[in-house]
């Protein structure tokens, strides 16, 4: 009997080759993008020590530097949220969703704690009252949706845990 040529050699060959090179493209964008991140949260801290400076010294009211100083801050932490689920998704080669749910419920927070601080500032009526609060009840479902997600996550993360330390050797009889 004699052998067919040997032609599917090459081509296992080029599909590593392509697949290597699809993966250190996506290594190098995920490290272009932690530079982005990591420059972003630069920008914002020295942003807010910049503003935290000329709000003092307009005389501001403590209610507003402290509003303006609170959203700043969690931004810091939503982009350093960030930081770390690109590194996660670097290290395992895979993206983590719990991570951005923590991050979902950060900027909803944020967003929470700006809207409840404006709302000093309205009128005790009107349109952008009924505005204000039903973006508020809309953001608590969103919370409270996030943090169920976050449980489930979880929850799900354990029995996967607990299925791989329990999963009995059963030896025949």
């Given at each position: 009997m004699s052998q067919p040529p040997d032609h599917a050699e090459p081509r296992p060959r080029v599909l590593r080759a392509v697949r290597t090179a699809v993966a250190a493209i996506e290594e190098s964008l995920y490290v272009i993008v932690g530079?982005?991140?990591?420059?972003?949260?630069?920008?914002?801290?020295?942003g807010t020590v910049s503003g935290?400076?000329?709000?003092?010294?307009?005389?501001?009211?403590a209610l507003n530097i402290g509003v303006?100083?609170?959203?700043?801050v969690l931004l810091t932490l939503i982009v350093a949220e960030?930081?770390?689920?690109?590194?996660?998704?670097v290290q395992r080669g895979e993206i983590v969703v719990e991570p951005f749910l923590y991050v979902g419920l950060i900027a909803v927070v944020r967003r929470i704690l700006i809207i409840t601080a404006e709302l000093e500032r309205l009128a005790p009526g009107g349109r952008a009252l009924t505005n204000a609060l039903l973006e508020l009840?809309?953001?608590?479902?969103?919370?409270?949706a996030l943090?169920?997600?976050?449980?489930?996550?979880?929850?799900?993360?354990?029995?996967?845990?607990?299925?791989?330390?329990?999963?009995?050797?059963?030896?025949p009889m």
């Open positions: 530079v982005l991140l990591l420059g972003a949260a630069v920008l914002v801290v020295v935290l400076i000329s709000s003092i010294r307009s005389h501001q009211s303006v100083l609170l959203d700043r960030l930081l770390h689920t690109l590194r996660l998704a009840g809309l953001l608590g479902v969103l919370t409270l943090a169920v997600a976050v449980y489930l996550v979880r929850r799900s993360a354990q029995a996967d845990d607990d299925r791989e330390i329990e999963s009995p050797e059963v030896s």
